[in-house]
């Protein structure tokens, strides 16, 4: 298992960042794919964007954006179809062989939300 497998398994989200020009690397590796240097890991935003989504089988599939720079395919919780640029939620990161990840939206359905 990979240092990014491992993580995900205990629900961390990390990945690999160039310690010279600051570009989130993914895949995870250990060296930039833009400048070759090398890569340091650190936890990324649990909140990104919803970029897309569809679904399959009754269940919803979202790409989303963190921290502008990449972008994740998980599933997508709730009843509700969800908004596509709206701030999703990473609730679970996961890993049983595939990269499992779970998206929730940040809407409260009781009232106030951070803006
Ligand atoms: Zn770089």
Do not use: A, H
Request: net charge neutral.
């Amino acid at each position: 298992m990979s240092r990014f497998e491992e993580e995900l398994k205990r629900d961390k989200f990390v990945c690999s960042e160039c310690s010279r020009c600051k570009k989130i690397v993914w895949p995870p590796s250990n060296y930039c794919n833009k400048c070759l240097n090398e890569t340091t890991w650190r936890e990324i935003s649990r909140k990104g964007k919803l970029v897309e989504y569809s679904y399959n089988k009754g269940e919803c599939f979202g790409i989303v954006e963190f921290e502008s720079q990449i972008r994740i395919v998980g599933t997508v919780k709730g009843s509700e179809r969800p908004d596509v640029g709206q701030i999703m939620n990473l609730e679970k990161c996961d890993y049983d062989g595939d990269e499992i990840f779970i998206f929730s939206s940040t809407v409260q359905r009781n009232g106030s939300q951070n803006s």
